[in-house]
Structure formats: structure tokens, C-alpha cells
């Protein structure tokens, strides 16, 4: 039964890596869009929650990712909060996973059609995006799937 103390977190793992993800974009007729390359592959790996009762999001980056870290992870982060039900997706199911909607929007805006040439590169556009979206619960939800309307924010 939900109540108004429920929090029901969505949690997974991503890495976000500096491969080119080419998208359709806009550009002057007769120009084509340059995305320069560096000849080596960097990734931030990154353990993430969302709230889908009322939007908020948790991400930080991590070194690795094992069930041990997932859970130091929650522990340290929501080790108060008092867990009835703790239940496992199955691998690859985006469709049934909030949080898989989060990462795809995230991708869209941190690596489509722009190249990072370091770790550092890819991190601080991860954490403009987490920013951009800090007050837009609304946005967050409807964009996992929570809400049927966008709103602006």
C-alpha cells in the first residue's frame, strides 16, 4: 500500500562512454557536421536512482559496478529509509525499468553528435545535465513515464 512516507527508488547502472553517438542534426546546406576523435575511449560509470512517485534523482559516479558497491551505495545514501520489499528486473527490460528512460534522455543530451576527449569532459557535461533537470520533477516524470503531460521547466 502506498502512503504519503513511500518512496519507491528505481536504481541501475550505467556507463556513459565517449563514443561517437550520431544522431540526425541540423546543419548549413552543403556542410557536414565535424565531430573530432581522439583515437581512444574513455567511460564514467554511474549508479542512479529515481523516485517515481515524485521525480527526484540521486546519481553518482562510481569505479566499478558489483553488488557490493550497489549496496554501500544505498546504504550510505538511503540507509534510513526502511525497505518492505527489495525486488530484482529482469537484465535488459528498459520497458519495465524507470530509470532506463533517465539514462536514454541523459545520452541524448550528454553524447549525441558531440565527443568528449576525457573522463573529466564526460563528467561535467553529466553533471550539467543532473542540474538542468534538478527542478523539473514534472519533466523527470513525465519522461520516465509517470506523467502523461510535459511540462516546461
Known amino acids: 500500500m502506498i502512503t504519503e512516507d513511500t518512496v519507491l527508488l528505481y536504481e541501475d547502472e550505467n556507463h ?6 550520431l544522431r540526425s542534426t541540423w ?10 576523435t581522439y583515437g581512444y575511449h574513455v567511460r564514467v560509470t554511474l549508479f542512479g536512482v529515481v523516485n517515481v512517485l515524485d521525480g527526484d534523482v540521486f546519481v553518482c559516479s562510481q569505479t566499478c559496478v558489483t553488488p557490493k558497491l550497489f549496496f554501500l ?3 550510505k ?6 525497505i518492505s520489499i527489495l525486488m530484482f528486473l529482469p537484465p535488459y527490460s528498459p520497458h519495465l525499468h524507470s530509470i532506463e528512460r533517465l539514462w536514454k534522455w541523459m545520452k541524448e543530451s550528454v553524447i ?8 573529466n569532459e564526460i563528467q561535467k557535461s553529466i553533471d ?3 542540474e538542468g533537470i534538478k527542478d523539473c520533477t514534472e519533466q523527470v516524470l513525465q519522461r520516465i513515464g509517470c506523467l ?3 511540462s516546461k521547466c
Open 73 to 75: 551505495f544505498y546504504k
Open 27 to 36: 546543419a548549413e546546406v552543403g556542410k557536414q557536421k565535424q565531430i573530432p
Open 112 to 119: 549525441a553528435n558531440r565527443f568528449h576527449k576525457n573522463k
Open 77 to 82: 545514501n538511503w540507509g534510513v529509509i526502511q
Open 16 to 21: 556513459i562512454r565517449s563514443y561517437q553517438a
Open 128 to 130: 550539467s545535465f543532473l
Open 148 to 150: 502523461p503531460e510535459m
